[in-house]
């Protein structure tokens, strides 16, 4: 059974930096399209960032909330997806789930708490 599993979240002050990890056991990564979403209490699930197979280009989209401030990058030797978050501001607070294969037919893992407060 493939499973995502989301690292690095937590508690963080406005303006402080997060990186968040995903990987995959029971499945390799690289065939396939990787993104991050969000979800905030209340809110619809938003796209933060993904990123097309290395093979096809590697090109990246970010949710127009976080341009500038975070980086999605994948390591396909390692099988993970990671997204550096800087600037964090309160309004980034939400759960943030890795995605594998896009947001209508793909997997999701379990989700990780992201909370910028001061």
């Known amino acids: 059974q493939v499973q995502l599993v989301e690292s690095g979240g937590g508690l963080v002050r406005p303006g402080g930096s997060l990186r968040l990890s995903c990987t995959s056991s029971?499945?390799?990564?690289?065939?396939?399209?990787m993104g991050w979403y969000r979800q905030a209490p209340g809110k619809q699930r938003e796209l933060v960032a993904d990123i097309t197979t290395l093979s096809s280009g590697g090109k990246i989209e970010y949710g127009d909330s976080v341009k500038g401030r975070f980086t999605i990058s994948r390591d396909d030797a390692k099988n993970t997806v990671a997204l550096q978050m800087n600037n964090l501001k309160p309004e980034d607070t939400a759960v943030y789930y890795c995605n594998r294969g896009g947001a209508r037919l793909g997997i999701w893992g379990q989700g990780t708490q992201v909370t910028v407060s001061s």
């Open positions: 029971g499945s390799s990564l690289r065939a396939f399209r």
